[in-house]
C-alpha cells in the first residue's frame, strides 16, 4: 500500500516536475534518477579496475607509481556520456557528478578487485575556472564515491598554490613545469600513511594527475588510486 502511494505521489510530483533523463531527455519513471533505465544500460562501462595492466594505467608508466587507474565511462563525440558530461560541467547539474560517483563506488564494491582507499580527494580546479563556474566538477564525482564507498572527503588539503598564466603559448616542457609547481598540500600529516583516491572528470593526458600525485607520494607511506568519470574510447 505504502508503495502504492509512494508510487502515486511520485508519478503526480513529477507531473507538475518531470525529471528527465540527462542522457536521452526522455521523462524518467518515478523509481528512476538522473539517467533511464535504457540509458543505464547502454551507457559503456569501462570495467577497467578489473586490470591491474588497464590503457589508462599504462599512460602513468614511468611517471608515478599508482596501484590502481580506472575510469567510470568512455566517451565519444556526440554519445550519451557526452551529453552527461555536458549537462554536468556547463549546464551545472551537480547532482550528474554525485550520480557517478555512486555508480563507479558500487561497481568497485562489487568487484572485490579495489582494496577500498581511506580518502577520496578531487584534483583541485584553477581558482579562476571555479568561480566562472561556479563550483569543481570533481568534487562532486568525490562526493559520490565518498557517500557510496562510506570514506572520508578531502576537499581542502590538496590545492593550487597560485594563478597559472594561460598555457597555450607555452612550451611543452614550461606547461608541464608550470602545472608540476602549481599543487601544493597544506596538511601532509592527514594523507602520511593513507591510502588515497584522487579523482578527475576526464582523463586526457594524464598530466594533471601526474603533478598531483606527485605531491601526494612525497609524504610517507602514501599509496595512490585514481580514478575518473570518463575517457575517450
Ligand atoms: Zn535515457
Not at 30 to 54: A, R
Not at 70 to 82: I, M, P, S
Not at 177 to 186: D, L, M, P, R
Request: glycine content about 10%.
Amino acid at each position: 500500500m505504502l508503495l502504492k502511494i509512494n508510487e502515486y505521489i511520485g508519478d503526480f510530483t513529477g507531473l507538475v516536475y518531470p525529471k528527465i533523463c540527462y542522457a536521452c531527455g526522455k521523462v524518467l519513471h518515478y523509481d528512476e534518477d538522473i539517467v533511464c533505465t535504457i540509458c543505464l544500460y547502454e551507457l559503456p562501462l569501462t570495467n577497467l579496475h578489473n586490470e591491474f595492466d588497464n590503457r589508462l594505467s599504462r599512460l602513468f608508466w614511468g611517471r608515478v607509481p599508482l596501484e590502481g587507474v580506472t575510469a567510470l565511462f568512455y566517451f565519444q563525440k556526440g554519445c550519451k556520456v557526452q551529453k552527461l558530461i555536458h549537462e554536468f560541467k556547463y549546464r551545472g547539474k551537480r547532482e550528474i557528478g554525485i550520480y557517478a560517483g555512486k555508480l563507479l563506488a558500487s561497481i568497485l564494491s562489487g568487484s572485490g578487485k579495489w582494496k577500498e582507499p581511506e580518502i577520496v580527494l578531487p584534483v583541485p580546479l584553477h581558482p579562476k575556472k571555479e568561480r566562472q563556474r561556479g563550483f569543481n566538477q570533481g568534487e562532486y564525482f568525490a562526493i559520490g564515491l565518498s557517500k557510496g564507498m562510506g570514506i572520508k572527503l578531502s576537499t581542502n588539503n590538496l590545492i593550487r598554490k597560485f594563478h597559472s598564466e594561460s598555457q597555450t603559448s607555452k612550451s611543452r616542457f614550461m606547461r608541464w613545469k608550470n602545472v608540476e609547481t602549481v599543487y601544493h598540500i597544506k596538511d601532509p600529516g592527514k594523507f602520511r600513511g593513507k591510502d588515497l583516491l584522487l579523482v578527475d572528470d576526464v582523463i586526457t593526458t594524464g598530466s594533471t594527475i601526474e603533478a598531483c600525485s606527485q605531491r601526494l607520494l612525497e609524504i610517507g607511506g602514501t599509496r595512490l588510486w585514481v580514478a575518473s568519470m570518463a575517457i575517450a574510447s
